[in-house]
């Protein structure tokens, strides 16, 4: 009985306890409904996974109203991988988030900013599920209302500037999709993604529908972080609590992505070559400029925050050139990305936040020596850059590998180079950061710090083991990846 | 088609893109941090043109079924319920910027963009 209600589940249960975490007074009440739920949600997760193995591609009618008329939730390939991502990351750093969070939000703002943060998965959960082109911008709406309150909350009143210019960009972003969206509607008078894509083939040389491309692309861009539409990004992760800053970094950016995916392939798939190929071709242009002045951005940050979101930007570049390459080896490349920059990056963030958790700072000049007094912190940070950089045997490698596989099948060899050259800053600015940790004299401000708590180091090497991990079994990870990527080249002949 | 019946036929667009595209220079222009969510909340109002604007037909009454009318038109209900979303969503993004804005101004001292990046507070 239940289980035929798993897909609207997925979204309702973190919905409802948002609000119940609202009204609680005490912050660790509300992290252990948070933690809770939380929990839950991978389980969800993988019991549709399950159903998905056992009877195929499902579909689940929101109050029992039939698509097109009502909403309906999709359970497919590309569906269940991003709901295991987000709930993986999402039950992974709640644990983390207790000290994190208490260190950095005062007492009675500490229930908001769960609920905050429930309704962020909220809406992350509910854009990957929805058939439904509006459906998923409320979803959108309620995840980028939910995560500007969520950085908002940094210690250093800067957050708040940063909140609002990603509040003034991520709104213009979302009516853009809302535009988008618009268009498509006056064209095909359907908002279900799959009817569209059936109806835009009559309509599909027409100029509201290459507008439309265009807004959608621009729109989404801008909450994919795509290279010229970033400019909200760094200052967002740098101010925002860590633990804020690993989620947004490891999911949000992710699930925009996923949507961009599905618009380009699902839905405008039939129209390949009138609409999507050239806009799609000048955001591979801006991608590629986004990847060299993005890393050489990141080598000149002070504070890391800024040096890991300046390479988030560089990553999504990454992702952007597989969706360009559009075949096989490509498309499974930014695919998989999603899945194990969403570890490598949350690592990443879970490190800085452990180290601003015992020092306060996490500018460089202040992190000298930092590897001698938080050995087990810094270790996994060198594990999850070591990724980042992408050596083989580790999960950056694998997606790099593919990305440059796609390149050469499409001839591209230039691409390759990109990707080595990019790899390189990537060794300079992660290593900068290492190297004042590891070969610096700890200073006056370092030297009585001591090592994180348990519950910030162990997921903290979760995510780092992980992201080795992936990079020797491929068979999830791969696996899934390239399935979905088969199935969503299959809908673009 | 002439000048003056293209317009007559797309005025409603024109009106749309007018809006949309001044709203968009309040946003950039202005350095008051209010001015600019009236500038973002102009921007969405005018997509709940784009959409209210082709839901009209001519002669189309309300969307309830007229047994006693076979062929009677109907104009469409639905993006008239999406915009009721989509101004719920509008308001909600205006009182959180509103709300940052005080916050801005109770730490800054200040709501004008070019002050705070000066960098003089």
Redesign the interface.
């Known amino acids: 009985m239940i289980v035929s209600h798993l897909p609207v589940l997925q979204v309702v249960v973190p919905l409802l306890a948002a609000l119940i975490v609202a009204v609680v007074r005490s912050g660790t009440v509300s992290w252990m409904v948070t933690f809770l739920v939380s929990s839950a949600m991978p389980f969800i997760a993988f019991a549709l996974l399950f159903q998905l193995l056992s009877s195929g591609p499902f579909t689940y009618e929101i109050g029992g109203w039939v698509a097109p008329f009502g909403i309906e939730y999709r359970v497919d390939f590309f569906t269940c991988f991003m709901l295991i991502i987000v709930s993986f990351i999402c039950v992974v750093a709640v644990p983390y988030a207790r000290l994190s969070i208490a260190s950095e939000v005062s007492p009675g703002n500490q229930p908001f900013f769960y609920s905050l943060y429930l309704l962020f998965i909220t809406g992350l959960f509910g854009i990957i599920m929805t058939g439904d082109a509006f459906n998923a911008f409320v979803f959108m709406e309620i995840s980028s209302l939910s995560s500007y309150g969520m950085i908002a909350m940094g210690r250093d009143r800067n957050a708040l500037v940063a909140a609002y210019q990603y509040l003034i960009i991520g709104t213009i972003g979302a009516s853009f999709y809302v535009i988008a969206v618009g268009l498509l509607y006056i064209m095909t008078g359907t908002l279900n993604l799959v009817d569209i894509s059936e109806r835009l083939r009559d309509v599909e040389s027409m100029r509201p529908v290459l507008a439309a491309f265009v807004f959608l692309f621009v729109g989404l861009g801008v909450k994919f972080a795509l290279f010229p539409l970033h400019l909200w990004l760094p200052n967002a992760y740098a101010y925002a609590p860590c633990f804020s800053a690993a989620i947004l970094s490891g999911t949000a950016t992710k699930v925009s992505g996923y949507l961009l995916v599905i618009f380009i392939f699902r839905v405008f798939g039939v129209s390949f070559e009138y609409v999507t190929a050239p806009v799609i071709s000048v955001f591979f242009f801006l991608a590629v400029l986004g990847i060299i002045i993005a890393s050489v951005a990141a080598v000149f940050q002070d504070n890391v925050k800024r040096v890991l979101a300046y390479s988030s930007v560089a990553q999504v570049g990454y992702m952007m050139l597989g969706i360009y390459l559009a075949n096989l080896s490509g498309l499974t490349g930014a695919i998989v990305h999603f899945f194990n920059h969403a570890l490598i990056k949350s690592a990443l963030f879970l490190a800085v936040g452990s180290v601003f958790y015992r020092l306060g700072d996490v500018h460089l000049r202040n992190l000298s020596g930092i590897g001698k007094q938080m050995p087990l912190t810094m270790a996994a940070f060198v594990l999850a850059s070591v990724s980042l950089i992408g050596l083989p045997g580790t999960a950056g490698f694998v997606s790099k590998w593919y990305l440059a596989q796609g390149a050469l099948e499409r001839g591209m060899w230039p691409l390759v180079i990109l990707l080595v050259f990019s790899s390189v800053i990537a060794v300079i600015y992660m290593g900068r950061i290492l190297e004042v940790a590891y070969f610096g004299e700890p200073s006056s401000s370092s030297v009585n710090v001591r090592e994180a708590p348990a519950s910030m180091l162990v997921p903290l090497w979760v995510l780092a083991l992980s992201s080795i991990y992936f990079g020797f079994d491929t068979r999830f990870s791969v696996g899934m990846a390239s399935k979905v990527a088969e199935t969503l080249l299959m809908g673009s002949g | 088609m002439y000048f003056p019946d293209w317009f007559i036929v797309h005025y409603s667009y024109m009106i749309t893109i007018f809006l949309m595209v001044s709203s968009?220079y309040i946003?950039v222009m202005r350095s008051n941090?209010i001015k600019?969510?009236v500038g973002?909340n102009l921007?969405?109002t005018t997509?709940y043109l784009?959409?209210l604007s082709?839901s009209k037909i001519t002669g189309g009454t309300v969307p309830i079924i007229m047994y006693d009318k076979p062929g009677a038109i109907y104009s469409n209900p639905?993006?008239q319920v999406?915009i009721l979303?989509?101004i719920v969503?509008g308001v909600?993004?205006l009182s959180?910027?509103l709300a940052?804005?005080v916050?801005?101004n109770e730490?800054?001292g200040t709501i004008e963009e070019d002050e705070?990046f000066d960098g003089n507070v």
Do not use: D
């Open positions: 968009l946003i941090m600019k969510l973002l921007f969405q997509i784009l959409y082709p639905l993006p999406l979303t989509a969503v909600a993004t959180v910027g940052l804005v916050r801005i730490e800054f705070l």
